[in-house]
């Protein structure tokens, strides 16, 4: 499904909730966008220039509002991708690694950055740094607590999760993970104390909210789990991906099937 994509080196993507035949892709070269499931794609760069595209995110109230992570700061667009503008006011760092939004109240953003977490309050006109309690600023992955917004979960570089309850003001290392490169972080959607991290050898998962956690001794454990996701509907299945090769679990991440084949495109 590359027709269009003038760079195939995909780091994120994002279906539109409303309209799902629109997807959005995250490149180093900039975003691109298709309106048919796929089947074409066209870039959407203006007022980006060449920006590597670490994060998407939707308003969850209007998918045309867009948020980019990139390595030059945030970018927002409100109609769809065709215009973007810097959102930075008050970002310290704009080394920016992944974005997310309040499930409750879009107008709420967390950014984590090489550099901190930042938190925006305001659609992201405006930005604070939210890092009591942090031993790491490297922050590779964000996630919130879909029923209790105020609960977020931090992937760092070097020093495991960090765990927040009062919508990031302060945050606590969670035990047992402290020296742990965390490379991805999902929250199950319809069982909230379930938490998965990939790390570069497989996942660890946490069946209470992250007190106590269990390395997932399976087909994934000799690989480099950079992304994963929890499908929101069905309750046990999560998928994982590593290097190209896409995973799927139908009991809660205990074994694993790989459901793509890896392909080079020439």
Known sequence: ?????????????VVDPITPMILYAGTDTGIFKTTDGGNHWFKINQGLEERSIRWITLNSRDPQVLYIATDAGVF?????????????????????RTLVTDPLDP?????????????????????????????????RAL?????????????TATQGVFQSSDGGMSWKSQE?????????????????????VGILGGILKSIDGGSHWNYLDNELSHLTITALTADPLRPGIVYAGSGGLVFKSEDNGNTWILITSKTTEK
């Open 76 to 96: 927002k667009s409100s109609d769809g991708g065709s215009h973007w503008q810097a959102i930075n006011q008050g970002l310290e760092s704009l080394d920016i």
């Open 143 to 155: 996630a919130v607590d879909p029923t209790n917004p105020a609960r977020l979960y931090a992937g």
């Open 107 to 139: 107008d709420i953003l967390y950014a984590g950055a090489f550099g901190g977490i930042f938190k925006s309050l305001d659609e992201g006109k405006h930005w604070i740094k939210i890092q009591d309690g942090l031993s790491d600023l490297h922050i």
């Open 176 to 196: 047992g993970l402290e020296d742990v490169s965390i490379m991805a972080l999902a929250i199950s959607p319809t069982n909230p104390a379930t938490v998965y």
């Open 1 to 13: 499904m590359n027709q269009g994509l003038e760079d195939l080196g995909i780091r994120t993507l």
